[in-house]
């Protein structure tokens, strides 16, 4: 007995090490990578099973133990600034059962001896924010980090127009601190989604992952474009206008900050349960992701009877809704070709209906997630909408009933489209076709890219006219969209002559589309909207950036080495520049204007921070010197800073990182030396 004993507890501890193993690992993809490997629930049962673990095990306490902090989102060589909490940002322990809820009720009132009342709240479903304000102006916007530490990232969030700069009222506090969450909006999830799939790039799977990620993103611009937006839930700090949680949040909301409207306190656990009963459905309705409820004590005295456990506050809790899935069949995979080679697999599924809408078909990435799950043919499959958009598999209920060889899914060896064999890119999960000048989805692709509104704008070439005109051997790149006659066109199966007419005419009008959108038009691997009026800015020909060297184009802005990498293979390519020379001859716009003519490349690699006054110049002319002389402007001081070109009354903060990571400060008359320009 004994032995067997000593065998449980064995066993019972290496559980133990290697739940804290497993749940680290999930805590850096969800925070950190922002790509949760897990459902929220899977993850809360793992951990809610290493805590009764470690309770029948005290002798293995450990306070790096996940269930003894938060997760962290704190980004190492980040470029953000770390800033300390002024009050822990804990997280909240979570419930599923209207039962748990129950229990929590009862434990609290029982603690208070007296029935609580609760602030019923919507759990919003982004990432979590603390903002700052002395004296009516946001001085700092830090992210929940390790919940003692955050992300400072305010010149992010300043681009959210929901969140104040600053507030002009006599009634706020000298400082205080709110808290709430960023999201991105199911319309413009929706639509980054769209732009990343026309670009081949992979989707985000939900508005919570888009948010984070951008919210780490370095460049403002960028984070502006995407249209991200705030909700505040909780106000912290001295001389606090109410005493009741409630009370402080329509305060908040008289003061400018987006509050939702979707709150109510209830006297009752009754009234709790008809809340949760109403958002459960109605949630679908709003413009933004919830995935719950949030209950808290509303009264401020009573939160601080009840105090806090290691990483949660005992006065509030967050009932989860539950995911809405279907069982249903995998009855084939196929495979897409998009534009860029990349094949995708499919899943072809027995109707099932979700959310409202029949789902038949699901994305299933990329080989490695379907040998992850296992799947084959004939499986019976769990379906979720992902986000409540996105149809995805999440776990395989039965295997097919079929044994042997014949029953393992192998994944296409050979395109789908036109026989070549399929390669893998070594730095993706993705197979990818070569073919590209041969695969006909590959060449419709970049038409059908070539002529969309965002780069030549030509109408009348939708897919179907491309089909068509590619079925007769009209079309097989895009300049022969430049060859096309109106007899050919008119000739097509619901087309005319006045349809042939308006086609050439919106062909001859897309000659002068400026030359960053022929730059997108072109359809360079990862090369994005943004990205290619980045390019033809700092090179203001097509001949200037085709024989840029990987050098000088990882210095571009939101250029690194897998983009540059992409574009010295185009160029590369002699099917390519012939391809060039034909727009050229035909009219296109391949050269535009820039104020950042490349003048040298003394500064190539550099990487380069502006701190003080200058005499000479103002900042933003030493910037334009520095991008003219082959170097990049950076905002931050870190490790791979070149050097800081100081002037008078350079920042503290700057000077005493620079000092501590030993990097040189360069004066202005020493910079005007480097760069050989007359004192």
Not at 432 to 461: A, W
Request: proline residues 4%; hydrophobic residues 35%; aromatic residues 8%.
């Amino acid at each position: 007995m004994q032995l067997d004993l000593f065998s449980d507890t064995d066993n019972e501890q290496e559980q133990i090490r290697s739940l804290r193993k497993e749940l680290e690992e999930m805590n850096y993809q969800y925070y950190v990578l922002d790509q949760p490997t897990i459902s929220d629930k899977a993850f809360d049962e793992k951990m809610r099973r290493l805590q009764d673990l470690e309770a029948r095990h005290p002798e293995m306490a450990d306070p790096k133990s996940p269930t003894q902090h938060v997760g962290s989102d704190l980004q190492k060589n980040g470029g953000f600034e770390q800033v300390a909490h002024r009050y822990p940002m804990l997280s909240l322990a979570n419930t599923y059962s209207e039962e748990e809820v129950h229990s929590w009720y009862e434990r609290v009132r029982k603690d208070l001896g007296t029935a609580p009342e609760i602030v019923a709240e919507l759990k919003f479903d982004g990432l979590s924010i603390s903002l700052w304000y002395e004296n009516g102006e946001l001085v700092r916007a830090v992210t929940r980090g390790d919940g003692v530490r955050g992300d400072d990232v305010i010149q992010n969030v300043k681009t959210i127009k929901t969140i104040p700069w600053h507030i002009e009222r006599t009634d706020i506090p000298a400082s205080f601190e709110i808290r709430g969450e960023i999201l991105l909006p199911w319309k413009n999830f929706e639509r980054l989604n769209r732009e990343r799939e026309e670009q081949e790039e992979p989707l985000f799977a939900n508005p919570r992952n888009a948010a984070a990620g951008t919210l780490k993103l370095q460049n403002p611009g960028i984070v502006k474009s995407r249209g991200l937006d705030a909700y505040l839930y909780y106000l912290l700090g001295e001389n606090l206008p109410g005493t009741t949680h409630y009370d402080n949040l329509q305060a908040a909301r008289s003061w400018g900050f987006q509050v939702s409207d979707a709150i109510r306190r209830c006297a009752t656990l009754e009234e709790v349960m008809q809340f949760i009963a109403y958002w459960d459905i109605e949630r679908k309705h709003l413009p933004v992701a919830t995935d719950g409820i949030v209950l808290k004590v509303n009264d401020l005295k009573q939160q601080s009877i009840l105090g806090f456990t290691a990483k949660t506050p005992r006065w509030a809790i967050a009932y989860k809704f539950q995911a809405e899935k279907q069982l249903t069949v995998l009855k084939k995979i196929t495979y897409q070709v998009g534009r860029t080679g990349v094949v995708t697999p499919v899943a072809n599924l027995e109707p099932v209906l979700l959310s409202g809408t029949t789902v038949q078909r699901a994305t299933l990435h990329n080989a490695d997630f379907i040998a992850q799950l296992g799947l084959r043919e004939g499986d019976s499959v769990w379906v979720e909408k992902g986000g409540e958009i996105i149809p995805k598999i999440t776990a395989v209920e039965k295997h097919s009933d079929l044994t042997g060889l014949q029953a393992d899914f192998r994944f296409a060896t050979h395109c789908p489209e036109c026989g070549t064999p399929l390669q893998r890119d070594p730095e993706q999960a993705a197979w990818y076709c070569p073919n590209e000048d041969g695969c006909p989805p590959q060449q419709k692709g970049k038409i059908e890219h070539f002529v969309s509104r965002k780069t030549m704008n030509i109408e009348g070439l939708g897919s179907e006219t491309i089909d068509l005109l590619y079925a007769q051997g009209l079309l097989r790149d895009i300049a022969d969209i430049y060859a096309l006659q109106a007899e050919d066109i008119a000739k097509q199966e619901r087309l005319g002559q006045k349809s042939a007419q308006n086609i050439l005419e919106s062909v001859e009008q897309s000659k002068k589309v400026p030359f960053a959108r022929v730059l997108f038009a072109l359809g360079i691997r990862f090369v994005g909207e943004t990205t290619a009026k980045k390019l033809a800015k700092a090179f203001p020909s097509i001949d200037l950036l085709a024989n840029a060297p990987k050098e000088a184009l990882v210095m571009t802005e939101d250029v690194g080495e897998q983009i540059a990498e992409s574009i010295r293979q185009y160029f590369t390519k002699e099917s390519n520049r012939t391809l060039i020379e034909r727009l050229r001859n035909d009219g296109l716009q391949l050269t535009g204007e820039s104020n950042n003519i490349l003048k040298s490349n003394i500064l190539t690699g550099k990487s380069i921070v502006i701190s003080g006054t200058f005499s000479r110049h103002n900042r933003d002319e030493y910037k334009a010197l520095i991008e003219e002389n082959g170097g990049k402007n950076v905002g931050s001081v870190s490790a791979k800073t070149s050097f800081i070109l100081a002037g008078e009354n350079m920042g503290p903060q700057k000077l005493e990182k620079a000092q501590k990571l030993g990097i040189a400060l360069v004066s202005e008359e020493e910079f005007l030396q480097m760069i050989e320009e007359k004192i």
